[in-house]
Nanobody
Framework: VQLQASGGGLVQAGGSLRLSCAAS????????MGWYRQAPGKQRELVAS???????NYADSVKGRFTIFRDNAKDTVYLQMNNLQPEDTAAYYCNLRNGYGLGSDLYWGQGTQVTVSS
C-alpha cells in the first residue's frame, strides 16, 4: 500500500487549501483514513479522520474550518481547509489504517507543507 499526498502550499491568513491523498494497493473495505500535522518542535497531532463508512472526527482546533471527506471509488481522502491561520502551519501527513482492530496495518504518506502567513 502506498499513499501519495498533494495540495500543500503557501497561503495568507483567512485563505483556503485542499489537500488530497490517494491510496494504492490492496485496500480493505473497512479502513480509516486521516490527516495529521506536525509543526517544528511539536509532536504530530491528529487533524481529522474518516471511516470508510463516512463517520468523521476532528481536532477541536479545526472544527468548523476544516472538512475531511473521501471518495471510496478512488481510495482518496481530502482535507478542505478554510479560514487558515498561522497556527495551522505544519507538515501535513495522511495515513491509512487498513482493516480493523488487531489485524489492521498502518501506512503513512509523505508530508505536504502548509504555510500560512499573517
Amino acid at each position: 500500500v502506498q499513499l501519495q499526498a498533494s495540495g500543500g502550499g503557501l497561503v495568507q491568513a483567512g485563505g483556503s487549501l485542499r489537500l488530497s491523498c490517494a491510496a494504492s494497493g490492496s485496500i480493505r473495505s473497512i479502513n480509516i483514513m486521516g490527516w495529521y500535522r506536525q509543526a517544528p518542535g511539536k509532536q504530530r497531532e491528529l487533524v481529522a479522520s474518516i471511516l470508510s463508512g463516512g463517520m468523521t472526527n476532528y481536532a477541536d482546533s479545526v472544527k468548523g474550518r476544516f472538512t475531511i471527506f473521501r471518495d471510496n471509488a478512488k481510495d482518496t481522502v481530502y482535507l478542505q481547509m478554510n479560514n487558515l491561520q498561522p497556527e495551522d502551519t505544519a507538515a501535513y501527513y495522511c495515513n491509512l489504517r487498513n482493516g480493523y482492530g488487531l489485524g489492521s496495518d498502518l501506512y503513512w504518506g509523505q508530508g505536504t507543507q502548509v504555510t500560512v502567513s499573517s
